[in-house]
């Protein structure tokens, strides 16, 4: 059991099209318990996949049944109009602590118009952004959040295949946030991050329900982190990110 809270800031709630059988919160409680996540960021399949507003829907009554969940609210790049209502009609509960952007799905890479345009109107609101990022576009991120002052990124996956490029745009934007979770598990993914991009920029995120947590916690043990950063990594700078520290405590952290 670890000795301090766990935060898992790139989740998911609901059924994948892929061939696992999950969909109810009751898999992500089991996960969360299996490796001692306290709270976990999720974000709805369905919403990433096909269908943003109606995911995100159908997400908020989960949240406000389980105080270890918290939500992203999906945002389609295609239609951030659409996004701008979900977000006003949403942020207001609480419940939810930033938006996720996928790039894959809805065909709209990290330079697209669209998602600069989708940048802009988030802006407005001052989110955190969890997006997905895989390969050297991730160098894009810095650019755009230079462009627009009140938001914060999580690059999800670290850039994957290029972790290098991802601790580099980390060291060039004190905004910009890097978590390992990701299908890719080369041993020296985590740890060059760790010795090339700023710990506090650092977050622990797994992909459940898509990915097992092993894969997660088996990439940051390989790094051999010092006590201080793996409590930083697990915790601290997430609930400073996300203003997780009062729900922590409701929960006994």
């Not at 810095?142 to 745009?169: F, I, K, Y």
Request: proline fraction near 7%; include cysteine; hydrophobic fraction near 45%.
């Amino acid at each position: 059991m670890a000795d301090h809270p766990i935060i898992d800031v790139h989740g998911h709630w609901g059924p994948w099209f892929f061939a696992m059988d999950i969909g109810t919160a009751r898999e992500n409680i089991r996960l969360m318990d299996a490796y001692d996540i306290t709270i976990q960021l999720v974000s709805a399949a369905e919403g990433v996949v096909y269908d943003a507003p109606g995911g995100n829907a159908r997400l908020s009554p989960i949240l406000e049944s389980q105080p270890r969940l918290r939500g992203y609210l999906v945002v389609n790049p295609n239609d951030p109009d659409a996004a701008a209502a979900d977000l006003r009609r949403h942020l207001p509960s609480g419940l939810w602590s930033g938006v996720k952007i996928h790039t894959g799905y809805p065909l709209r890479p990290i330079d697209s118009p669209q998602m600069r345009e989708t940048f802009a109107m988030l802006n407005e609101f001052g989110v955190v952004i969890l997006i997905h990022t895989w390969g050297p576009d991730i160098l894009v991120l810095p650019e755009l959040l230079a462009q627009n002052s009140r938001l914060r990124v999580v690059a999800g996956h670290m850039g994957a295949d290029r972790w290098d490029l991802a601790a580099q745009a980390a060291r060039d934007c004190d905004r910009l946030y890097l978590e390992p979770s990701c299908s890719l598990t080369e041993t020296m993914r985590f740890r060059h991050v760790l010795a090339h991009a700023p710990i506090r920029q650092l977050l622990f995120g797994t992909d459940a329900t898509l990915i097992d947590p092993a894969v997660a916690f088996g990439l940051v043990a390989d790094a051999a982190p010092t006590r201080e950063q793996e409590e930083l990594l697990f915790w601290k700078n997430a609930a400073d990110l996300f203003g997780l520290h009062d729900q922590l405590a409701n929960l006994g952290n």
